[in-house]
């Protein structure tokens, strides 16, 4: 059984930076895929970042295209995502998600993925 948990969200002040982690457990990452999602209040759970393990792809929607970047640790089972130049829009419950890395799927869809963290607030605000 995969489980994945977040950590790294926080308050920050618009034009500055945070990190989120997302630490895989009952799998290697070179199986799986892992996205980012987030869900602010009252809307829709939106992609935001996807990297494939298997084939080494990354993915990102536009609304943070250029801004956020998404990596792993050298052998290891963390993710990142690096998230600068935040805006009061990036303001969410910011999600991890895994799913098998094999097979054809839609990254930017929350149904796809199997198995979900317990979110953590990212809140950008002066």
């Known amino acids: 059984q995969v489980q994945v948990v977040e950590s790294g969200g926080g308050l920050v002040q618009p034009g500055g930076s945070l990190t989120l982690s997302c630490v895989a457990s009952g799998s290697t990452l070179d199986h799986l895929a892992i996205g980012w999602f987030r869900q602010a209040p009252g809307q829709e759970r939106e992609a935001v970042s996807s990297i494939n393990f298997s084939n080494g792809g990354t993915y990102y929607s536009d609304s943070v295209k250029g801004r956020f970047t998404v990596s792993r640790d050298n052998f290891g089972n963390t993710v990142f995502l690096q998230m600068n130049n935040l805006k009061p829009e990036d303001t969410a419950v910011y999600y991890c998600?895994?799913?098998?890395?094999?097979?054809?799927?839609?990254?930017?869809?929350?149904?796809?993925?199997?198995?979900w963290g317990q979110g953590t607030q990212v809140t950008v605000s002066s």
């Open positions: 998600a895994a799913r098998d890395a094999g097979g054809p799927y839609l990254w930017g869809i929350p149904v796809e993925y199997d198995y």
